[in-house]
């Protein structure tokens, strides 16, 4: 073998090493191209994890505030209902004193005739009195014969009589109201022991 024929094997053995170093170059940045794809992919998964909880959790606090909002909405309609109903409480409170001294003075015996006429006016005011509160649903609660109830009644007094059964509202000392299903008042009233 000539030594050009050495130095062209020789040639082609470099040749072919660096052919060899070359492809492994190229397999080797393939290789870190593919694994840095992999890291940004898992990167990209995990930043898409992420911005999936937050949009969970900001979902579930969504709904959540609807919830309460909603709560809120009936709440507020449920006491503008109550305040409707109940509108003419105050005026109601005020007139019932009013109400409470027609009463008495009608109660009086009048033996004159000239007072008659004055008495039949008072009868005349104290029931348009009465009905303008009818009308605004106050009712008076009916208590004389019947069973004593603390919502209704409001004992002031006590007295024994073994004709009438126990527990019983004997007499009514100041009449009680309700207006609508509300207790305005008590009626006050002597209970039988």
Do not use: C, W
Not at 5 to 23: F, H, I, L, T
Not at 118 to 141: H, S
Request: proline share 2%; glycine share 2%.
């Amino acid at each position: 073998m000539t030594d050009k024929e050495n130095q062209n094997e020789q040639v082609v053995d470099e040749r072919e090493e660096v052919e060899a170093v070359v492809e492994d170059e190229v397999i080797a940045e393939q290789e870190v191209e593919t694994l840095e794809e992999t890291k940004e992919q898992d990167s990209l998964q995990a930043e898409l994890s992420k911005v999936q909880q937050e949009k969970d959790e900001l979902y579930q606090k969504l709904l959540r505030a609807q919830a309460d909002f909603d709560n809120f909405r009936r709440r507020a309609k449920k006491e503008r209902e109550a305040d409707l109903k109940y509108k003419s409480q105050e005026l109601v409170t005020e007139l019932l004193p009013v109400v409470d001294n027609f009463d008495r003075a009608l109660k009086l015996e009048v033996n004159e005739d000239t007072m008659q006429g004055f008495v039949d006016g008072m009868n005349m005011v104290y029931r348009q009195l009465t009905q303008a509160l009818e009308k605004a649903g106050v009712e008076e609660i009916k208590s004389e014969g019947e069973q004593f109830d603390p919502h209704l009644h409001q004992a002031v007094m006590q007295e024994s009589d073994d004709s009438k059964e126990p527990n019983t509202v004997m007499e009514v000392l100041q009449k009680g109201y309700i207006l609508k299903d509300r207790v305005i008042r008590p009626a006050m009233v002597k209970v039988n022991q």
